[in-house]
């Protein structure tokens, strides 16, 4: 599976696409379900970066770095992370999304290990959804996951929450973690949140558990 790169103004040296290898027990209608989840993760990726161009100064707020700023408070910083610290969810935002470029870049220009999307059906059947695991480097990580097909087959998930489950993945790669079962005020919780709700704030009558159920 390959998935062309949109290329943002200000982003320079991106490959034309990225590659997934695929495990060939998932359904056509399944495989299309995680093509819509990762063509939603560039597209986000895109947008931010954008947004932050801000004609050529380089200063703008995004969607997604505005929303972020809003409710993420812990663990803003990947756990590669040497840099000065990351004192808010704006600033956290950039540092991801510069990451997922990085991301990006090492599988599309084939540097990294072969990324795989690997077949789980889990028990309980819900228990999971799209599962990535958090490295603790910044280069030539593979783009792998393992997602659950269960959940690809449920009328009641929509494209935006597998898309924000798909998002909440990446940052594992990117090297962002909480802690178990917890995702409110965490940056790799509330950036994800923030994309399924469509940068949205929060509505008191909609627990966060309605969004984080689809976080691994």
């Not at 280069?139 to 898309?163: A, E, H, M, Y």
């Amino acid at each position: 599976m390959q998935f062309p790169v949109p290329v943002p103004e200000g982003i320079i040296n991106l490959p034309a696409f990225i590659y997934f290898d695929v495990d060939n027990r998932f359904t056509a209608a399944q495989i299309q379900r995680i093509r819509n989840s990762i063509e939603g993760v560039l597209l986000n990726w895109f947008r931010h970066h954008n947004q932050k161009w801000n004609g050529g100064a380089n200063n703008g707020v995004s969607e997604l770095a505005a929303c972020a700023n809003t409710y993420a408070i812990n663990n803003l910083q990947p756990v590669w992370y040497l840099g000065p610290p990351i004192i808010n969810g704006q600033v956290a935002t950039n540092v991801a999304m510069d990451q997922f470029t990085q991301l990006i870049r090492d599988n599309g220009f084939r540097l990294s290990p072969p990324a795989k999307i690997d077949y789980l059906i889990p028990a309980p059947l819900t228990s999971s959804t799209i599962r990535g695991e958090t490295v603790f480097t910044k280069k030539r990580v593979p783009l792998s996951f393992v997602i659950n097909p269960t959940q690809l087959d449920r009328i009641d998930v929509n494209n935006l929450t597998l898309t924000g489950s798909m998002f909440h993945a990446w940052l594992h790669r990117a090297g962002y973690r909480h802690p178990e079962g917890k995702y409110t005020s965490f940056f790799i919780g509330e950036a994800p949140m923030c994309v399924m709700r469509d940068f949205q704030p929060k509505n008191p009558a909609v627990p966060d558990s309605d969004y984080f159920q689809f976080f691994d």
